[in-house]
C-alpha cells in the first residue's frame, strides 16, 4: 500500500524558533498533500490543503505567515512553524492523495509529528 | 461550515460487548469514509461509503450510510482488546478535502 513518511517524528525547541516538518509520499506521486493538527484527545482539524506547485490554501483561522507551506514536488511538502510558542506544540500530521486514484479515494496518512514548545 | 459531530465521545465496553459509534451531519455528505486511530497513531482508513443506505461489511465491522446520506454509523460486534482507538468518520468538503468528525474513543476492558 501507499506509504507516507514524516520527519522528524518529535521534536522539542525554544519559544521562538522555527521548525520544519517534512511530509514524503514514498511510493507514489501526491499531486495534493493535507496538513493537520491534532491536540490531545481531540479530532484532527484540517490547516492546509497543499497543491504541487501552486500555494497551499489554508484554513479559516489558520494563520498563513505562521506556517509556511511548500509542496516543492510531487513526493514532497514541508511545514514550517515559523517563531514557535507553546501554544504551537500539537501533533501534527500530513496526508496525501495519490495522484492515480480518483477523487473519491483514501487519504494516506504520514506517522505524525509531535511538536513541543518550551 | 460544514461540521460533523459523533456520538458517543466515550465508550467502554467489556470484552466481547458490542460497540456503535454514529455520524450525523446537518448537510447531506457526498460520501462518508471511517478511520482508526490507535492510541499514540496515525489514523489508518478503513472504509468509504458513497450511496445512499450503502451497508458494508468488514469482518466484525459493519459500516452503514444513511438514506437521506446526513449520518452514519459504525459497528463493532463482539469487540476485542484490538479494538481500543478512536473511531472518525470524514466527510469530503470541497474538491478533495475533508472534515472529520469529533471521534468516538473506546476503551474495551478484558
Known amino acids: 500500500g501507499a506509504v507516507v513518511s514524516q520527519h522528524p517524528s518529535w521534536v522539542i525547541c525554544k519559544s521562538g524558533t522555527s521548525v520544519k516538518i517534512e511530509c514524503r509520499s514514498l511510493?507514489?506521486?501526491?499531486?495534493?498533500m493535507f496538513w493537520y493538527r491534532q491536540f490531545p484527545k481531540q479530532s484532527l482539524m484540517l490547516m492546509a490543503t497543499?497543491?504541487?506547485?501552486?500555494?497551499?490554501?489554508?484554513e479559516q483561522g489558520v494563520e498563513k505567515d505562521k506556517f509556511l507551506i511548500n509542496h516543492a514536488s510531487l513526493t514532497l511538502s514541508t511545514l514550517t512553524v515559523t517563531s514557535a510558542h507553546p501554544e504551537d506544540s500539537s501533533f501534527y500530521i500530513c496526508?496525501?492523495?495519490?495522484?492515480?486514484?480518483?477523487?473519491?479515494?483514501?487519504?494516506?496518512f504520514g506517522p505524525g509529528t509531535r511538536l513541543t514548545v518550551l | 461550515g460544514q461540521q460533523v459531530m459523533q456520538i458517543p465521545q466515550y465508550q467502554h465496553v467489556q470484552e466481547g460487548e458490542d460497540f456503535t459509534t454514529y455520524c450525523n451531519s446537518s448537510?447531506?455528505?457526498?460520501?462518508i469514509q471511517w478511520y482508526k486511530q490507535r492510541p499514540g497513531g496515525h489514523p489508518v482508513f478503513l472504509i468509504q461509503?458513497?450511496?445512499?443506505?450503502e451497508v458494508k461489511k468488514q469482518k466484525r465491522l459493519t459500516f452503514q450510510f444513511g438514506e437521506a446520506k446526513k449520518n452514519s454509523s459504525l459497528h463493532i460486534t463482539a469487540t476485542q482488546t484490538t479494538d481500543v482507538g478512536t473511531y472518525f468518520c470524514?466527510?469530503?468538503?470541497?474538491?478533495?478535502?475533508?472534515?472529520f468528525g469529533t471521534g468516538t474513543r473506546l476503551k474495551v476492558l478484558a
Open positions: 470524514a466527510s469530503r468538503s470541497g474538491t478533495y478535502k475533508y472534515i
Open positions: 497543499s497543491n504541487e506547485g501552486s500555494k497551499a490554501t489554508y
Open positions: 448537510t447531506t455528505l457526498s460520501n
Open positions: 496526508s496525501a492523495r495519490d495522484k492515480g486514484l480518483a477523487v473519491w479515494d483514501e487519504q494516506f
Open positions: 511510493d507514489f506521486q501526491a499531486t495534493t
Open positions: 461509503l458513497v450511496k445512499s443506505g
